[in-house]
């Protein structure tokens, strides 16, 4: 194989043994790395009954056959685990420089197992692997942590690190890169279960080069697609993913009062990228080998939040720390976003959390004396920061809201479940299933809980067109027919695109399944790999995942939504009122997947797949 060292570095910090090892040609086939291979490391390694923050739970670090070179967007690697937020399968997908670095270093990926006794961090430079005290960064924030690594060895290492948050073991602890352009592996807490380890960082440098099978057909190949991935891809080069906050606020796809109001145009504009573009933005940032260049680079240069300097609130973070608390104050939604980034805590379950605590105070169901003296109200960009904050070092009413909002409303008890939106414990991102029926699907059967991205169907339910799938046209949005095997052929897509590592901007601004084929030709070396073999290694990955996770007891009970979105109507001029019925929808995915009927993969449909 070409484009791929089929060495993965292995790292047991109870022992300290640090060792390198390889895996069959056909497991690369069928699972082709990044998250792909990571789940199927996790299913045949990890016990899904481990406790998620114990000693015996792994966490797979993973770049792809495409990361390290010069495809678009394919800067990116993968982390697998078992979550500590929601249970159930872990993952999150990251931009950024690292995993390059890492492939340039000779590898592919790095497993880390076990605990240190003390604060340690991993120090890789090509074929020099070390394990290092971490005395002098435990606490340090993410930022921080950064500048000091590259301070004592270099500046062009690529660091990995968690936060104050991660250390302790905020349920939903992300793990930073990319210093102050802060790209973020967010979801599902993977920062806690790094945090668990005593594991601070891992930083790598790496000087080799990458062989490929074919690179004059390879580097022809991309020219050919390029233009039009850049073209396609202006109005995101211009605004960023905040573009879309005026858009997707106008027919009720933003997340407005813990997902109970239904429009807010003029806090939307106040927030939006384009107020961004006129006000703090100040340059753009791109991931390697990306030529879109979403990434915003901002400066706050007056006012209360004078100072903030760095990555700017993509939209997830606008809907979440904005939309969904009621700030409209760009410049307080920017200071809050450093914040999470610096103690690396997730924006979207963040922002969630947060308002979901405010529903809470206005419903009468939490009060000062709960809160530690605060009085949350919708709207109050200080009881955000402040929440933030307390979330950040788990101090008082954060160290609730720091459990994530499944965990806060059992604590808190009452009637609080009402208010606690959730699929599988993962708080939903800036999107609302209710203006999308395939989102809603996405939701409910993704394997991480509420994921967007497991699919990313909406933007193919409203203007996106995908032939090579079936669809010359966008699939009705509130449609219900053919939904399920919509959803399907997305999820399956996804999946190969999370472990070859693309970016998933990248697909939809024009890279297609011939592209991803062709590529694996002349970047490994399958001339034979066609594209029914490719979405066939989609709907493994798929299904592997979902193996897990029966294993940690889900079943048809957890593919639902929260009821809020299941039985509350959004109402507003330009909404369309849309409860998505669910059940239907289920019983036909099932159906699609080759499951039983409570979900689970039957055993044909495993032997088919070769699991």
Known sequence: MKGIWNKIIRVDLTTNNISVQSLDES???????????????????????VDPLGVENKIYFLTGPFCGSAIPTSGRHAAVTKSP?????????????????????????????GKSEKPVYIYI?????????????????????????????????????????????????????????????????IGA?????????????????????????????????????????????NYGTAGGVIGHESYGNFPLKNWELGRWPEGAEKISGQRMTETILTGKY???SCIIACGRIIKIEEGPYKGVEGAGPEYETLGMLGGMCLVDNLEAIAFGNELCNKYGIDTISTGASIAFAMELFEKGIIDETTTGGIEIK??????????????????????????????????????????????????????DARAYNGLALSYATSNRGACHVAGFTHGYERTNTFPELGYDKPH??????????????????????????????????????????????????????????????????????????????????DDTLPLRHQTFKREGEGV????????????????????????????????????
Not at 398 to 407: A, F, N, P, Q, T
């Open 27 to 49: 497991t690369w086939r069928r699972y082709l790395g990044g998250s792909g291979l990571g789940a199927k490391l996790l299913y045949d390694e990890v016990n899904p009954k």
């Open 85 to 113: 937020l929601t249970g159930v399968f872990a993952e999150s997908d990251i931009g950024g420089y690292w995993g390059n670095e890492l492939k340039k270093a000779g590898y592919d990926g790095i497993i880390i197992e």
């Open 378 to 431: 919708f709207g109050d960009e200080k009881v955000l920061i402040k929440l933030i904050e307390m979330i950040g070092k788990r101090e008082g009413f954060g160290e609730i809201l720091g459990e994530g909002v499944r965990k806060a409303a059992e604590i808190i008890g009452g009637n609080a479940v009402e208010y606690a939106i959730h699929v599988k414990g993962l708080e939903p991102p800036a999107h």
């Open 193 to 237: 279960v790094m945090g668990s380890k005593n594991l601070k960082a891992i930083a790598v440098k790496g000087t080799k080069s990458i062989e490929y099978h074919n690179p004059e057909k390879l580097k022809e190949s991309i020219r050919e697609i390029a233009q039009g991935v850049r073209e396609n891809g202006k109005g995101l080069n």
């Open 125 to 189: 430079e090509d074929d020099e692997i070390s394990i290092k005290s971490a005395d002098s960064i435990w606490g340090k924030h993410t930022i921080e942590t950064d500048e000091i690594l590259k301070t004592q060895w270099t500046d062009d290492i690529q660091v990995m690190t968690i936060g104050p948050g991660g250390e302790k073991m905020v349920k939903y602890a992300s793990i930073m890169t990319d210093g102050k352009d802060s790209r973020a592996l967010g979801r599902c807490g």
């Open 476 to 557: 009705d949005r509130h449609s219900v027919e053919g939904k399920a095997e919509f959803v399907i052929k997305f999820q399956n897509l996804m999946g190969v695109v999370d472990s070859l590592k693309v970016c998933k901007f990248g697909i939809s601004t024009g890279i297609k399944i011939k592209s991803l084929v062709e590529w694996l030709n002349y970047v490994v070396g399958w001339e034979d790999y066609t594209p029914e073999e490719l979405l066939m290694a989609g709907d493994r990955i798929y299904n592997v995942k979902r193996l897990f996770n029966v294993g940690c007891g889900v079943s048809r009970k």
């Open 286 to 288: 791109r991931c390697k």
């Open 576 to 611: 369309v009122v849309n409860l998505p019925p669910i059940g239907r929808m289920l019983s036909e995915y099932y159906d699609h997947r080759g499951w039983d009927e409570i979900g689970i993969p039957k055993s044909e449909k495993i032997d088919e797949l070769n699991i």
